[in-house]
């Protein structure tokens, strides 16, 4: 991971890479959104995995032809030179603020399967740090004359959100014992980042997953049918066949005693 200061664009996110396999994209979002889980600061909707970005010319350095656009940026180039690695990004992060706030689940300790309370004021919204944005975005309204509601960016900020990319490692091989991606969570996780690798896809390549995701839903459900459906077992069967030697032995008894009271 490249780790940038950022002056133009407030809040902290990451660029990262394109790829035309779906499931690389997904994994190549999945870190950076599982960053966004464990920090209240890092902004996952504001990260770029656009190939435009990848190949955007840069004004700022005119050395040479690769420094003219982002293929010479560490990134791109580490990517590249390791036939496509899916796990390499630039972390832009602004000098001053930020303006959005992650909402985090409560930790889980998986050994006891209790939750924690946040002990950090860093990590707890009703902490005295973020009492003034909450107030500004109380009274903002979206008018272009006010000023966007935003959090001032101070180095135990800066620290938590580089220990939120090692707790997302964590997350990422499902090896955190004290993890906030848990029930169904993980699924809204899951739903999230594949949607939002869906929208960099080319709606040729989009028809071509969704008849792929039917075919695997169809193939799933005559599985759970055919498990569903009851075989008899040697057992049963002979259970069965018992009854039914009983039932008629019982019939036999009838008739012999209705022709016994006949005669």
């Known amino acids: 991971m490249d780790l940038h200061a950022h002056a133009g664009k407030r809040g902290c996110f990451i660029y990262g890479n394109h790829f035309e396999e779906f499931d690389y994209q997904v994994k190549s979002m999945m870190f950076p959104k599982l960053i966004s889980m464990?920090?209240?600061?890092?902004?996952?909707?504001?990260?770029?995995?656009?190939?435009?970005?990848?190949?955007?010319?840069?004004?700022?350095?005119?050395?040479?032809?690769?420094?003219?656009?982002?293929?010479?940026?560490?990134?791109?180039?580490?990517?590249?030179?390791?036939?496509?690695?899916?796990?390499?990004?630039?972390?832009?992060?602004?000098?001053?603020?930020?303006?959005?706030?992650?909402?985090?689940?409560?930790?889980?300790?998986?050994?006891?399967?209790?939750?924690?309370n946040e002990a950090d004021p860093i990590l707890d919204q009703n902490s005295k740090i973020y009492k003034q944005y909450f107030e500004d975005l109380s009274k903002y309204t979206g008018n272009n004359d006010q000023q966007i509601p935003s959090v001032k960016f101070n180095a135990s900020i800066m620290g938590d959100i580089g220990q939120a990319s090692m707790i997302a490692v964590l997350d990422l091989v499902d090896k955190n014992p004290l993890t906030r991606i848990y029930g169904t969570y993980s699924q809204q996780v899951i739903d999230d980042v594949?949607?939002?690798?869906?929208?960099?896809?080319?709606?040729?390549?989009?028809?071509?997953?969704?008849?792929?995701?039917?075919?695997?839903?169809?193939?799933?459900?005559?599985?759970?049918?055919?498990?569903s459906v009851k075989r008899p077992t040697e057992e049963n069967a002979q259970k069965t066949l018992n009854i039914d030697e009983i039932e008629l032995a019982e019939k036999l008894k009838t008739k012999k005693t209705t022709k016994k009271a006949k005669i």
């Not at 030179?81 to 832009?92: H, K, P, R, V």
């Not at 690798?197 to 839903?217: D, H, N, Q």
Request: glycine share 4%; aromatic share 8%; charged share 35%.
């Open 38 to 116: 464990n920090t209240m600061n890092f902004d996952f909707e504001e990260s770029n995995f656009t190939e435009k970005l990848m190949t955007k010319k840069d004004k700022n350095q005119q050395q040479t032809k690769d420094l003219k656009t982002r293929e010479g940026a560490g990134r791109v180039a580490i990517h590249k030179d390791c036939g496509n690695l899916i796990y390499s990004y630039t972390m832009e992060c602004n000098y001053a603020c930020g303006i959005k706030l992650n909402k985090l689940n409560k930790r889980l300790d998986t050994t006891t399967n209790k939750f924690i």
């Open 194 to 227: 594949m949607y939002r690798a869906s929208l960099l896809i080319p709606e040729e390549e989009k028809l071509k997953i969704t008849k792929m995701r039917k075919t695997v839903k169809k193939s799933k459900k005559k599985k759970i049918q055919s498990k």
